[in-house]
């Protein structure tokens, strides 16, 4: 396909929850050097409660059985709402909207786990909600994530650029919890399509704020013109994790 091919069909593709799989083969990530699944699921076997924070539209959640006898899920992003009610209510799982996750609609220590996978969220809250020795499972996107697909477009860098592994650990550290393990990684993302490009950014807003395939045509173009010259676009996702308990006696390397 042409540029104006592409570019069409990217905007005006549905978008629905966070579910990339029209992306595969055309995005290719590498692999982490831990399983953010594979941590979840080892603190899951005796667990009477989780709550996923940020579950988009319930895809991985969906995938995670079998699911503690109360679970539950958030979701800020409005369009998503009916999406992972469509898919987790039959499972029995409540859903609850929320602006931010800065403020959870539970009671205190109502959750032997917390999952977070790439959302925002408040320690103080988290601890809050968390049962005695409850532990909290977090992946993030760090600060500097993709930072060359920016510059490749002549975007703005990221304004949470200073968000990382040390942030997060002393901001856990200082609500009271305990961070047992953690990890941190720059992995290489390609970008095979310009088409790819554009959903990928119309998915994840936050990464070049008001992009709009018009204004950025220009330097769209000329990575269209690289692309199909057997030169894709390569840039590096920043990812970290960590473990942490609300009982403060704990630790110890527990990650994988």
Known sequence: MGYDELVAEASSAAIEGWDFASLRGRVVEEPLPWSYERLLRERLPGAGSLL?????????????????????????HPPNLPVARRRLEPLGVEVAAVREDDV????GR??????????????????RVLAEDGVFVTQQVGGRDLEDLNRALDAPPLAYRGWGLARAAAGLAEAGLTVTWSAQARVRTVFHDVGALVLFLRMVPWQVPGFDAVRYGHRLRALHERMA???PLTAYAHRFALLARRSTGSGGAEGR
């Open 52 to 76: 996923d924070l940020g579950t988009g539209g319930g895809e991985f959640l969906s995938g995670l059985g079998p699911l503690p006898p109360r679970t539950a899920a958030t979701e800020g």
């Open 104 to 107: 959870l609609p539970f009671p």
């Open 110 to 127: 109502a959750f032997d786990v917390v999952a977070n996978r790439h959302e925002s969220y408040d320690p103080r809250e988290v601890r």
């Open 229 to 231: 010259d057997g030169r």
